[in-house]
Each structure stands twice: as C-alpha cells, then as structure tokens.
C-alpha cells in the first residue's frame, strides 16, 4: 500500500494549486488521510484533515483558502490551495492511517513554491 503526492508547482501569491494523493489501493482503507506541510528549518504542520466518513478538518493558517475532498473511484485525496501566500511554501506530504491496525503511511512529498 502506498501514497503518491502530485501537482506540485510554482506559483505566484494569490494563486492556486492542486495537489493530489492517491493510494495504489483503495483510499477507504484508511480511517483518516491528512496533508501535512514542512517548510525549510520549520517543523512538520497538520494542514488538512478528511475522515473516512468524509468529515474534514482544516489547520486555521489555511481555513477559507484550503479544501480537502476525497474522489473514491480515483482513490485520491486532493488538497485544492487557493490565494496562496509565500507562507504557503513548503513541501506538501500526504499521510494515512490504516483502519483497524492503525499503521501509518507517509507520500513522499511534493514540493509547492510561492514566489512572484
């Protein structure tokens, strides 16, 4: 089972991006799929949050900006970014949760640059 972030870029401030994760299996199995962010010299931030019953949550730093959803038959979870600001830069990791035995899976990050 694993996790591949996509859609990463270079964007200019106000702008908008898509990154997406999807799983090489089916994306309910997993109780939870989070994006999470680390930009350089700063630790690793929880940006979004979507519950396998499809509830989401989302960081304060991206609520009115950011939207988590999940597309079943693609198995994917994307992250759609929007007015982006140069805080937004970061690498962009996809994280899940297995149902029942809880194991946990990274993506290997994909890099989102905000810059004029």
């Known amino acids: 089972l694993k996790l591949v972030e996509s859609g990463g870029g270079l964007v200019q401030p106000g702008g908008s991006l898509n990154v997406s994760c999807t799983a090489s299996?089916?994306?309910?199995?997993?109780?939870?799929v989070n994006w999470f962010r680390q930009a350089p010299g700063a630790q690793r931030e929880l940006v979004a949050t979507?519950?396998?019953?499809?509830?989401?949550i989302l960081a304060d730093s991206v609520k009115g900006r950011f939207t988590i959803s999940r597309d079943d038959a693609r198995n994917t979870v994307h992250l759609q970014m929007n007015s982006l600001k140069f805080e937004d830069t970061a690498v962009y990791y996809c994280?899940?949760?297995?149902?029942?035995?809880?194991?946990?899976?990274w993506g290997q990050g994909t890099q989102v640059t905000v810059s004029s």
């Open positions: 994280n899940g949760r297995r149902v029942i035995s809880n194991a946990e899976y």
């Open positions: 299996k089916s994306i309910t199995l997993f109780s939870a």
């Open positions: 979507i519950h396998r019953g499809g509830t989401t």
